[in-house]
């Protein structure tokens, strides 16, 4: 059977009764205990993204709270030193809190308020999804924990240091590879014990069915605002244009591809590679995973033969993810998107020359997305345009690039 | 004809006590001293519940993850998980044994395969944590099909009406979870409560047999016994953390901890 994307439906919509995408990707894999507070919450939410007010409510916090429209510029030195495609950047990460975590973040937080739940918890990796998750709690007076893999608070410790500013309990999680996989683990665990008082943020589109809604939903902004900017820019959605965008979890994709989907631009996922002479990456997409179920969803996910998880290993805690949403399986298999992948030393690299030629200064999950850029531009005509999801800022990876590159820059 | 868990059960009946049901992890803390230790319990338990470990649980406690972690450590496979069964079968073909785990191993197997695999090592039955109702409907028609019972679990969130569909859609045995709670959390709800909720799902078809699980221990398994059975896991896998602490021998030790739940609810 073919595939295929239906048009003028969302394609957090595109599932079918047993809320699978393409009859293959996603479901709900998950306890009993759980089934109760998914449906109660996939209720809630159904109301709630129909209802005027919520809407509203919703706009009012993205303008006044997160900020928008975030910027849309274009990358003139990157542009001038590639002489390929004009490339340009939307700088997500000048949202409040430096992230596209936030619209998540935000959305939950609004949901936990009419769910009338005291308590809110969540996973993190990079630490945005948590630093973003403290922040909204904390302006919607909720209290926050947040769980995070022993290995990344070490390494993203200054996201760490937000969180406890924000007043958020962090769990450290020190099962398994101590990284986000572990975290997210620990956090549903943690979510079976509490449903009746808490409710659960997941940080990506990753998860049972309505966290993968939730997410995609809120991050969709990130679109909402960029069609209306490359209109007003181009005049039309340029031919040729390509929206390149970093893949972890896959929320930020999600989100930066939302409202381009029926039109003809062209989506890029890029993956972490992880180090180049390693043979554990996070790249399910690009390395021909099979489909396996990962925190309560089928995925392409990284896997031996008996179903075990597999480890993976990238310089980027925000990437550094064995499985993938749902969402992007099924933008793969019907060729919507495409997926590669971009190295650590890569990522490093375009880390660099982005900030040392512009006025933007990526993270290192969306480094690897401009990885990608750096290799294409250079082969595509002067009148193509690519537009990098600068979705992070790289303050908080200062550590770890020190320690690979010498020194920091920004 | 009648499965071995609805002998088992009826067995119990007879002797007006309810059924001592384990858990233990296949493979903890080796593959051989797992089939020991199914040897030994056997005498005491009426059904043995053996886990396939999985290293991304999403609702298991501390102690049931330490012990899968041992046993992967191990280099657990599936094959070995029925090898264990088969063997244990070989002397004692009656004794009822339910395998228990997440979904994504059967999933990379191929569901006929898996259920191959336990027709022909004599599993009775399953127990499949993250494949709720309705969506293991065609899986749980699979294993009638195979006269292997499939288990469904029943938790304090599940609503009457859904757990009345579960119950008309359940095999010889119906899993209640005591509590929200992972594997091995301590038992937060009264004894009391948990009778209470017990009763009242027993109300619905008293003809089931419905087991309570989760959280109970030495301490709380005598007051529970009017139910038709009662699971310990979390207890035995960490008896054998602990066993394996202080150099003692878990085979032994186990033998022990799980006569002395016996003798707590006869
Ligand atoms: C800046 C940034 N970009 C990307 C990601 C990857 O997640 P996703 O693919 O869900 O956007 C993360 C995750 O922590 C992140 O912090």
Known sequence: MKLKIKKNKLLIDQHDKNFMYGGKFGGNFIPETLKKPIDDLTILFSKLRNNKKFLKERDNYFKNFIGSPTPFIKLENLTDHLGGAQIYAKVVSEANGGAHKIYNATVHCLIAKRARKKYIVGDTGAGYAGKMLSMAAKKFGLKCKIFMGAKDIKRQRPNVEAMKKNGAEIVPVTTGSQTLVDAVSECMRYWVSNCDTTHMCVGSTVGPNIFIKICAWSTAQISRELIKQVLEEFGKIPDNLKLINCVGGGSSAAGFWNEFMDTHAQFIGVEAGGPKKSKLHAAPLTNGSKIGILHGAAQYVIQNKEGQIGSTESISAGLDYPGISPLHCFLKDTKRARYTSASDEEALKAYQLVSKLENISPSLEPSHAFAEAIKLAPKLKSSEIIIVNSCGDSVKDKDIIKLKLGSYIR | ?266
């Open chain 2, 1 to 266: 004809m009648k499965s071995k868990i609805a002998l088992a059960f009826e067995n119990c009946k007879k002797e007006k006590r309810p059924a001592l049901i384990t858990y233990t992890v296949a493979g903890d803390n080796t593959k051989n001293n797992s089939l020991k230790i199914l040897n030994k319990i056997s005498k005491h338990a009426d059904i043995l519940e053996l886990g396939f470990a999985h290293n991304t649980p999403i609702a298991d406690g501390g102690q049931i993850q330490g012990s899968s972690h041992r046993a992967l450590k191990n280099g657990i496979k599936l094959k070995d998980v029925f090898q264990i069964v088969k063997k244990f079968k070989k002397d004692k073909p009656n004794k009822p044994i339910i395998l228990m785990g997440y979904f994504n191993l059967i999933y990379q197997k191929g569901e006929d395969n898996f259920l191959k695999n336990c027709k022909s090592s004599g599993v009775d039955g399953l127990i499949i944590v993250d494949l709720p109702y309705p969506e293991n409907k065609n899986f749980a028609n699979k294993c009638k099909k195979k006269s292997i019972n499939f288990i469904q679990l029943l938790s304090p969130t599940t609503s009457k009406n859904r757990m009345k569909k579960i119950i008309k859609d359940s095999h010889d045995m119906i899993y209640y979870i005591s509590m929200l709670s992972t594997t091995g959390g301590k038992l937060k709800v009264s004894p009391k409560k948990i009778l209470q909720n017990y009763n009242n799902i027993k109300r619905i078809n008293p003809k089931k047999n419905l087991v309570i699980g989760f959280g109970i221990t030495d301490k709380t398994i005598s007051s529970l016994k009017s139910a038709n059975g009662l699971v310990v896991g979390s207890m035995l896998c960490k008896t054998i953390a602990n066993t394996l602490k202080m150099r003692q021998n878990p085979v032994t030790k186990l033998d022990k901890v799980v006569y002395n739940l016996k003798k707590k609810i006869i």
